[in-house]
């Protein structure tokens, strides 16, 4: 059996080709009508000015404006051809024949080469007429921004991103366009660490910032150029300088309450990196606490003093900050120092001190703020010096003659405490010549010098002992 199938098999395949051309002759010569389909064919509007002249706008409706099959009953030859040449069949909408419901017949047609040819265009799939929704046109202008998306490099933030136009005109249908609030140019700075110039397309959105469709609408722009600045960041301390004295009778506590105690940054990286720290305060500044009777409580903004250091306030930080200087009246507090609590220095050569044998009490009477009153002095540890020396200077007396005197006493006190009435320590003095009147008389001058040491010795001893008023 597979020997007579394949047997004389030249003869046979000469007789399949012989077939076959004979039947090509046969169907090209009788040239028979069939039937071909065109696919995805596109319609063609024709006079759209005329919806333009009554200040209206169409939009297709449900993809009316695309044909899916449309079916040529024709001679094969001709079919054959339009095929082959890739000529297809073509779809119109006159809006000059625009019905009352707002749709627009549908007219196919071949070229005219091939019209006398083609006994019937049948449409096989989809709308004969092209359905439009038909609104007023409007137009408004909308602001254009640039926006990023993504993360910057670490220490780097977007300070500003502007567009190179601030508004376009957006044109359509009025239902699309009441829905249009902001456009936008989208810039994505994901790992960047400088600034960024670039181009890129208008985009709509709307309030909720949602990218809307615009296919249908049109701008006066539909591109635009942005410029993104990329700055450094850091979080750096923020120093509290508060300046001058209260009034009379008033006094700083200290204590200085602020907030916040760091503010983060952007700017050049190279000023950024060299920003140890941003003052606030210093003569005629908020934190001029000059005459003050009473707190001072102040609430601002850090904006002026960041400017002021060419930097701004990073992304997120609001600058604002709170400040408040405590400040109390002085009071005044009496304290009773012991004469012996009183120390004598420079005394001249040749003269002895006494001081009252009785303990002698003063009266040292400060002022300053009741809490440092309280923590700071001590009575038992409040000492005096005289120095008797300062004192003949001041008061111009170049030799001391014998006498009792009352010479001001200096106390070591905290800069925040003043003495309000000063202590005046009572003294007597003894020259040498009142000891030993016979002054040519050596012996006499050996022990006036002995007097003089034993004097001296007498009065440290006396600091200690006796007491005066």
Not at 290 to 312: E, H, M, P, W
Request: glycine share 8%; aromatic share 6%; with cysteine.
């Amino acid at each position: 059996m597979k020997k007579k199938l394949f047997a004389n098999w030249g003869l046979k395949l000469l007789a399949l080709f012989l077939a076959f051309g004979l039947w090509y002759i046969v169907v090209y010569a009788t040239d028979p009508i069939i039937e071909t389909d065109f696919y995805n064919i596109k319609v063609e509007f024709l006079n759209e000015d005329i919806l333009q002249e009554q200040n209206k706008v169409s939009e297709v409706l449900d993809n009316t404006d695309q044909v899916r099959v449309v079916t040529l009953k024709g001679p094969l030859q001709t079919l054959d051809e339009m095929k082959r040449l890739g000529v297809t069949v073509t779809a119109t909408a006159d809006f000059a024949r625009m019905r009352d419901d707002y749709t627009v017949p549908i007219v196919f047609s071949v070229p005219s080469q091939y019209a006398g040819s083609v006994d019937d265009i049948i449409l096989t799939e989809g709308s004969s007429v092209v359905k439009l929704l038909v609104e007023d046109l409007k137009s408004k202008n909308v602001r254009v921004q640039c926006t990023t998306v993504g993360e910057t490099k670490e220490g780097f933030e977007v300070s500003s991103a502007t567009a190179e136009i601030n508004t376009i005109t957006v044109s359509g249908a009025t239902s699309k366009v009441d829905q249009v609030h902001h456009a936008a140019v989208i810039q994505d700075v994901t790992g960047m660490d400088s600034d960024i110039s670039a181009s890129g397309p208008i985009l709509l959105f709307d309030e909720e910032n949602n990218q809307l469709d615009s296919s249908t609408l049109q701008r006066s722009q539909y591109t635009t150029n942005i410029e993104v600045r990329i700055s450094a960041t850091k979080e750096v301390p923020i120093v509290y300088d508060v300046y001058g004295t209260p009034a009379a009778g008033y006094q700083a506590t200290g204590v200085v309450e602020a907030s916040p105690d760091t503010v983060k940054v952007a700017g050049n990286p190279s000023v950024v990196n060299d920003l140890e720290s941003i003052v606030v305060g210093g003569a005629g500044s908020i934190l001029d606490i000059t005459g003050a009777t009473g707190n001072k409580v102040i609430d601002f903004s850090l904006r002026t003093y960041l400017s002021a250091a060419n930097v701004q306030l990073a992304q997120g930080a609001d600058g604002s900050a709170s400040v408040t200087i405590y400040i109390e009246e002085e009071v005044e507090s009496t304290y009773k120092v012991s004469a012996g609590n009183i120390s004598f220095i420079n005394v001249p050569d040749g003269v002895t001190i006494e001081v009252p044998e009785d303990y002698e009490v003063y009266d040292l009477t400060l002022k300053g703020l009741r809490q440092n009153l309280q923590g700071k002095i001590v009575q038992s540890e409040l000492h005096g010096t005289v120095d008797v020396e300062r004192w003949m200077e001041d008061n111009e007396i170049d030799h001391l003659e014998s006498g009792t005197f009352y010479l001001p006493a200096v106390f070591e006190l905290p800069s925040d405490i003043k003495e309000v009435t000063p202590v005046e320590a009572e003294v007597t003095f003894i020259t040498e010549e009142e000891e030993n009147p016979d002054t040519e008389n050596t012996g006499s001058n050996s022990g006036s010098g002995s007097n003089s040491n034993n004097g001296n010795n007498s009065n440290n001893g006396n600091n200690g002992n006796n007491g005066s008023r």
